[in-house]
T-cell receptor, first 112, second 114 residues
């Protein structure tokens, strides 16, 4: 079945450091890919998404590019802030737009 | 904006009690989901529903049931709460089968069973 693998962390960075959180997937067809963020004590919020190969999703300084050749969707940010401390989930939705699969989440801590 | 509302953010219940967790969405979504989130275990799907009065078991349905009497409302029921059901519960909704479909989450319900 479909699956999502991401680095589990925790990841600890200093403020203004560069962030990469790796995500790879296994799926048939052409899934849509997502990054969700979960701040402490809250639900998951959509951060960005991409629906086809070579699409780049971006939001709040975060970016991820849908790479079909490497089945990856790595999350990047050029300069993290303390307020970015959260858990980040990579996810896919299958080709039929019906079944969602989530990675295990990566906890990010940004120190001042 | 899509809004998924979980009526209770924090609950404390006794072992053996019947517990209802309520969820309402305002975007006319066909699909609704209940997940459980525990440290180190990620998100685990309990049940989902793709239409009124329809339900499908997810990965961990044991000890839970659900009810969907109206399209906008999806309830999770713990018939007899146990301490191992202490967890964060997340409700979510999405459209039915659209390419680029997005799933939207509520803020979560923290349940403690004592």
């Amino acid at each position: 079945g479909d699956s999502v693998t991401q680095m589990e962390g925790p990841v600890t960075l200093s403020e203004e450091a560069f962030l990469t959180i790796n995500c790879t997937y296994t799926a048939t067809g052409y899934p849509s890919l997502f990054w969700y963020v979960q701040y402490p004590g809250e639900g998951l919020q959509l951060l960005l998404k991409a629906t086809k190969a070579d699409d780049k999703g971006s939001n709040k300084g975060f970016e991820a590019t849908y790479r079909k050749e490497t089945t990856s969707f790595h999350l990047e940010k050029g300069s993290v802030q303390v307020s970015d401390s959260a858990v980040y989930f990579c996810a896919l939705c299958d080709n039929y737009g019906q079944n969602f699969v989530f990675g295990p989440g990566t906890r990010l801590s940004v120190l001042p | 904006d899509v809004k998924v509302t979980q009526s209770s953010r924090y609950l404390v219940k006794r072992t053996g009690e019947k517990v209802f967790l309520e969820c309402v969405q305002d975007m006319d979504h066909e699909n609704m989901f209940w997940y459980r989130q525990d440290p180190g275990l990620g998100l685990r799907l309990i049940y989902f529903s793709y239409d009124v009065k329809m339900k499908e078991k997810g990965d961990i349905p044991e000890g839970y049931s659900v009810s969907r009497e109206k399209k906008e409302r999806f309830s999770l029921i713990l018939e007899s709460a146990s301490t191992n059901q202490t967890s964060m519960y997340l409700c979510a909704s999405s459209l039915m089968g659209a390419k680029g479909n997005t799933i939207y989450f509520g803020e979560g319900s923290w349940l403690t069973v004592v």
